[in-house]
């Protein structure tokens, strides 16, 4: 079946360090992947996303590449922030029944020390 | 731009009370609408799903149950509460078509005492 493999946490970093968080999925097809970040107390938000092989999603300095050969989408920054301290999630689609449905990873948190 | 509300933030309950959630969104049409549960260091379980007005799926065989009154509007509800529905209950919301991404709200923090 489809599933997504997150590393556990949590991840302490230093500021200014860099940041990996390794995600490998089982699927199906070709499915979208997303990487998603939950600040404390607030719902999810999309952080990127890539919806073919050898992609990149980036965004506010954070990337992930779709790398079909290895099934994987990990999430990497040059220079983590103490701001960047949250849980992150990432996700595939799938389409079943009469919708793409969203399996998400168990979440990663990162705690960012100044 | 579209936006995604739900209330009540925070909720605590008794056992065997009952619960009606309420979720709607702004600045689309016909949205895909979805109803996850975030238990307290877990990750998230996707509940109920809606594709249209009436069109309910379910996930999970449970103490729960959603609606779709109207086309922006998702109400999850249940009879009678178990501690076991203590969680983040999270909505969200996709396009129609070929669109993969969900957007979500944020959150009703749900406790059952």
């Known amino acids: 079946g489809n599933s997504v493999t997150q590393m556990e946490g949590p991840v302490t970093l230093s500021e200014e360090a860099f940041l990996t968080i390794n995600c490998t999925y089982t699927a199906t097809g070709y499915p979208s992947l997303f990487w998603y970040v939950q600040y404390p107390g607030e719902g999810l938000q999309l952080l990127l996303k890539?919806?073919?092989?050898?992609d990149k999603g980036s965004n506010k300095g954070f990337e992930a590449t779709y790398r079909k050969e290895t099934t994987s989408f990990h999430l990497e920054k040059g220079s983590v922030q103490v701001s960047d301290s949250a849980v992150y999630f990432c996700?595939?689609?799938?389409?079943?029944?009469?919708?793409?449905?969203?399996?998400f990873g168990t979440g990663t948190l990162l705690a960012v020390q100044p | 731009s579209q936006t995604i509300h739900q209330w009540p933030a925070t909720l605590v309950q008794p056992v065997g009370s009952p619960l009606s959630l309420e979720c709607t969104v702004e600045g689309t049409s016909n949205p895909n609408l979805y109803w996850y549960r975030q238990a307290a260091g877990r990750g998230l379980q996707l509940l109920f799903y809606s594709v249209g007005i009436g069109q309910i799926s379910s996930e999970v065989p449970q103490n729960l149950s959603a609606s779709r009154p109207q086309d922006r509007q998702f109400i999850l509800s249940s009879k009678k509460l178990l501690l076991s529905d203590s969680g983040f209950y999270l909505c969200?919301?996709?396009?129609?078509?070929?669109?993969?991404?969900?957007?979500f709200g944020p959150g009703t923090r749900l406790t059952v005492t």
């Open positions: 996700a595939l689609s799938r389409y079943g029944g009469a919708t793409n449905k969203l399996i």
């Open positions: 890539a919806t073919k092989a050898d």
């Open positions: 969200a919301w996709s396009d129609t078509g070929r669109v993969y991404e969900q957007y």
